[in-house]
């Protein structure tokens, strides 16, 4: 069985910065892409940023210059630095991992999701 636990989110206010992570755990054989979501109140859920095994990163474009997506491969866990934060980006974050358990795969699973809330 395999968890993806989030933590970092919080109230921050405009123009702050919020650090995420997400660790993933159980049994695992490798991870693929691991990325960052969110979904606000009456939106749809929402690619923020994305990071390949090797390191290869992709952004929306309403972050770029603004978040960082990073990973440390050795712990599985994916970082998401937010700087700059602006009331839009208020959501609930949710962390996706694309990975193998065994010889089959790969297979997605997600995080149960962190609330960051920016407001003055």
């Known amino acids: 069985q395999v968890q993806l636990v989030e933590s970092g989110g919080g109230l921050v206010q405009p123009g702050g910065s919020l650090r995420l992570s997400c660790t993933a755990s159980?049994?695992?054989?490798?991870?693929?892409?691991m990325a960052w979501y969110r979904q606000a109140p009456g939106k749809q859920r929402e690619l923020v940023a994305s990071?390949?095994?090797?390191?290869?990163?992709k952004y929306a474009d309403f972050v770029k210059g603004r978040f960082t997506i990073s990973r440390d491969n050795a712990k599985n866990t994916v970082y998401l630095q937010m700087n700059s934060l602006k009331p839009e980006d208020t959501a609930v974050y949710f962390c996706?991992?694309?990975?193998?358990?065994?010889?089959?795969?790969?297979?997605?699973?997600w995080g149960q999701g962190t609330q960051v809330t920016v407001s003055s």
């Open positions: 996706y991992a694309d990975l193998f358990t065994g010889v089959t795969g790969p297979f997605g699973y």
């Open positions: 159980g049994r695992i054989f490798s991870i693929n892409v």
């Open positions: 990071i390949t095994l090797g390191g290869s990163t």
